[in-house]
């Protein structure tokens, strides 16, 4: 990360507080998001196989939704890996628990590890 004032930084903010927010109520969201969401069935799965100890309905809702959108990038493959990545665990010190920040560097990098080489940018 940049700074916090990056731009891109700023709109992953955006896009992790409009995933949290729609786990509790239905609201108007940006496209993204939508994507986001719509994927859930391809998404979660990963999650949940990254880390097996935590069922998805049990996480920590702020640290699903880091993990939601970073899995999406990685999957997308528009942004470098490690970028991905380090703006996940920086979020995650900003919006989540204590913990959070190294126990979502350790499903993205699990994750990372099983997707294909194609996908994994530098």
Known sequence: MKSAHDPRHKKRQKLVKQLFAITFIDQEVSPLVRKITKKRKIIDPEIQKAAPTWPIDKLNKVDLS??????????????????????????????????????INGVLGTILKKLPTRNRKK
């Open 66 to 103: 880091i993990l939601r959108l970073a899995v999406y990038e990685l999957k997308e493959n528009l942004v470098p890996s490690k970028v991905i990545i380090d703006e996940a665990v920086e979020l995650a010190k900003e919006f989540g628990s204590e913990n959070s920040a190294s126990f």
